[in-house]
């Protein structure tokens, strides 16, 4: 049988969703803001292993 939800749960949902990815590409524009203001450039390499050292850092907490 088919599970039917209300619209109301979608536009929460919807709602939840925005709220999450608001704060995200806010951070992302602002991230291009500095990018184009500036001539240092990171490897992908170098930025990823920044963000697992950080990540690894907290599981040890």
Partial sequence: ??????????????????????????KLNEADEVANKSDVRYSASKVFGKVRSRINERKKE
């Fill in 1 to 26: 049988m088919i599970n039917i939800r209300p619209v109301s749960n979608l536009r929460n949902n919807i709602e939840q969703y925005s709220a999450i990815i608001d704060d995200i590409e806010h």
